[in-house]
């Protein structure tokens, strides 16, 4: 059972290149998030969704788009990388049956913009 | 809004020494609470949640939280630390429409021998 799945796991980046991290879940999940964690910051919300077909701003969007392309994926765009972009990528799940429901996370995505 | 608050960045004990790692909520709606542990270049894994079913909850690996409403607070405990436990903790809030988990900053648990 894979859970979430992340690629790639590391990349590097030049100041104003584009890529876009791809995450997929096996768990049937309808909620799916990107956060960002830096050093003392813990994890930041970039976007999310709650279902499919729809998407929200979390706390940190700027810089970054969404796609969720069906139940099973939902990718994050960088359109134009810069510095302070540097950082590691987490991937979420979570069925939203009940709002105690945990997250489910992938190993990471570390991004070096250069 | 909802938010939590972690208090001590970095956390130091002996191993077989009781581990207290504190979070601290504020929430304007009953808190779904969460501690998640992360080992190093690992992602998150959940140890525990509250969820309002018990207001002592017990997690994996000997860890529990006491989920206390007139301190607003949800501290980690462990009995006896092992090594195993050196770790980055996060102890997370449900955000009010319950779509998504707001963190604190992290406690690293340092463990020595």
């Known amino acids: 059972n894979a859970g979430v799945t992340q690629t790639p796991k590391f990349q590097v980046l030049k100041t104003g290149q584009s890529m876009t991290l791809q995450c997929a879940q096996d768990m049937n999940h309808n909620s799916m998030y990107w956060y960002r964690q830096d050093p003392g910051m813990g994890l930041r919300l970039i976007y999310y969704?709650?279902?499919?077909?729809?998407?929200d701003k979390g706390e940190v969007p700027n810089g970054y788009n969404v796609s969720r392309l069906n139940k099973r994926e939902f990718s994050l765009r960088l359109e134009s990388a810069a510095p302070s972009q540097t950082s590691v990528y987490f991937c979420?799940?979570?069925?939203?049956?009940?709002?105690?429901?945990?997250?489910?996370f992938g190993q990471g995505t570390r991004l070096t913009v250069v | 809004a909802q938010s939590v608050t972690q208090l001590g960045s970095h956390v130091s004990v002996s191993e077989g020494a009781l581990v207290l790692l504190r979070c601290n909520y504020s929430s304007s709606v009953p808190p779904y609470l969460f501690w998640y542990v992360q080992y190093p270049n690992q992602g998150l894994q959940l140890l525990l949640k509250y969820t309002s079913a018990a207001t002592l909850v017990k997690g994996i690996n000997g860890f529990e939280a006491e989920f206390k409403k007139s301190e607003t607070s949800f501290h980690l405990t462990k009995p006896s630390a092992h090594m195993s436990d050196a770790a980055e903790y996060f102890c997370?809030?449900?955000?009010?429409?319950?779509?998504?988990?707001?963190f604190g900053k992290g406690t690293t648990l340092s463990v020595s021998s």
């Open positions: 979420a799940s979570s069925g939203h049956e009940s709002k105690g429901s945990e997250a489910f």
């Open positions: 969704s709650a279902s499919e077909g729809t998407t």
């Open positions: 997370a809030v449900k955000n009010q429409a319950g779509t998504a988990l707001i």
